[in-house]
């Protein structure tokens, strides 16, 4: 289906479905500089029994880039009202980086809007490490727009061997993350700065699945082990030898982990 836009929280939202249409509703959320383009990888093998639901948050992809700064409440709002606006009570909720955190957000303030949580390569806490490759990335945004920060990121979000074949999945990214307009990524890394999710995972009940990348630089494992010894019941599965995106690099083993942690949890959801 083709991209489509709906009006939530005062700015116009661009969001698609996929999949089937009368399956349980699986809302996903893309990374920082991302869009919804991000899950691409993940549609085939999920098409078959789910509603896929794929958002441009707030400044990113084809949604409107409003002035900054935002705030990560801001982005558990703003979901908030996409499902208000597309008459949705519940979704099954995956996010990558970013929008793994939104994810957290809505398990601590709107625990009723979400049947389960997958939550792939984030963290709950903003470190000294974090805040600084924030400000590093804002200064060249401001200097020299998008493409000179790619130049900086791409090893930390693919492997070397990945990055130098720059084949079509790479390319695909690139041209996504280069065209984010600048304001959205300013306002949108400043609201990440800020994250401290961590004293409050306790209050999370959904059903949570955690994904994570072996040699992932930007969230590395025990970003997301704090998050397992966070949350009760959640489980914790790692992509060896993988960097942030290890959905885009090694689709087929990203999405059996995927595909299982979604089944296990809806069964137990219609228990």
């Not at 929280?9 to 479905?17: E, L, P, Q, T, V």
């Not at 903003?126 to 493409?147: I, L």
């Not at 959205?184 to 999710?197: I, Q």
């Not at 949570?208 to 494992?221: F, K, N, Q, S, Y």
Request: glycine share 8%.
């Amino acid at each position: 289906m083709s991209i489509k836009k709906v009006k939530a929280a005062g700015i116009k939202f661009a969001y698609r479905w996929d999949g089937n249409p009368d399956g349980p509703v699986v809302m996903m959320a893309h990374a920082m500089g991302t869009s919804h383009r991000i899950w691409d990888w993940q549609v085939p093998a999920l098409e078959d029994h789910y509603r896929l639901l794929r958002y441009d948050w707030r400044g990113h992809g084809d949604t409107n880039a409003p002035p900054g700064p935002y705030t990560l409440r801001q982005f558990v709002s703003d979901a908030i009202a996409v499902m208000d606006a597309l008459n949705l009570d519940k979704v099954h909720w995956v996010g990558v980086s970013t929008g793994g955190m939104i994810g957290q957000g809505l398990g601590i303030h709107a625990p009723e809007r979400v049947a389960s949580l997958s939550l792939c390569n984030t963290t709950s806490q903003s470190t000294d490490w974090y805040r600084e490759w924030v400000k590093e990335r804002q200064a060249v945004v401001k200097e020299g727009g998008m493409s000179p920060v790619w130049d900086m990121t791409d090893k930390l979000w693919f492997t070397d061997a990945f990055v130098e074949a720059a084949n079509t999945e790479y390319q695909a990214i690139r041209d996504v993350f280069v065209k984010t307009p600048v304001p959205g990524y300013l306002a949108g890394t400043s609201a990440v700065a800020d994250l401290a999710y961590l004293p409050d995972l306790p209050k999370i009940k959904a059903p949570t699945r955690i994904i994570a990348a072996g040699d992932d630089p930007v969230t590395p494992i025990v970003r997301a082990e704090e998050i397992r010894d966070g949350i009760p019941g959640s489980e914790l599965t790692v992509i060896d030898g993988q960097r942030h995106f290890s959905n885009v690099e090694v689709p087929d083993a990203f999405n059996a982990v995927l595909r299982k942690g979604l089944d296990e949890m809806l069964s137990k959801t219609e228990q």
